[in-house]
């Protein structure tokens, strides 16, 4: 058990619908990542926050927005969801932001978009 | 445009055989490689991690060798378990971003046969 919890485990949505995703990182972990895996892009980073700032961003569309909140929990917010949208997101946390510092990923909400 | 680039997609080996999986990168500002194995139905989980200052690490079974000037990076698998079976990124971050984002390889799934 890495100590990052995700909910929901599963979710299943309509096109044009739109979700939230919930990460709380480790106890005392400042930063949060998201990242989306599916089968043809692999592991993509999305965002990251660390104490509650917007730190970097990657590959994230615009339909997606993510926050942090005072106690370090973060919500992924995908919204005109597309069948194409469908894919494992995961969220790590790290104790900095810092480089070199591991970053331990939870176990991922599947997302299916019918 | 894919920054780590990672070989094979898969790999089948006999127990007791050495698993070794391949990734190259161009951005010569990455400055710290970790591999990570993912079993099914779970996040990713740091196995190892080098910097560029040395060429070699090994823990227990697995050992990372780095080549700067090549710019490329491999695990090796030594007397390999069917309990290694499992998909393995390796990754890459660049420090001078002012973010520790991780840029994945597209993943090994390997088999490893009784």
Redesign the interface.
Known sequence: D?G?TQTPKHLITATGQRVTLRCSPRSGDL?V?W?QQSLDQ????LI?YYNGEE??K?NILERFSAQQFPDLHSELNLSSLELGDSALY?C?S?AS????????????TRLTVV | QQQVKQSPQSLIVQKGGISIINCAYENTAFDYFPWYQQFPGKGPALLIAIRPDVSEKKEGRFTISFNKSAKQFSLHIMDSQPGDSATYFCAASNPHTGANNLFFGTGTRLTVIP
């Open positions: 890495s990052v930063s990542y990242y692999g592991l993509q980073f990251q730190r970097a990657g995961f790590a790290s932001d810092r480089a070199n510092t591991e970053a331990f990923f939870g176990q991922g």
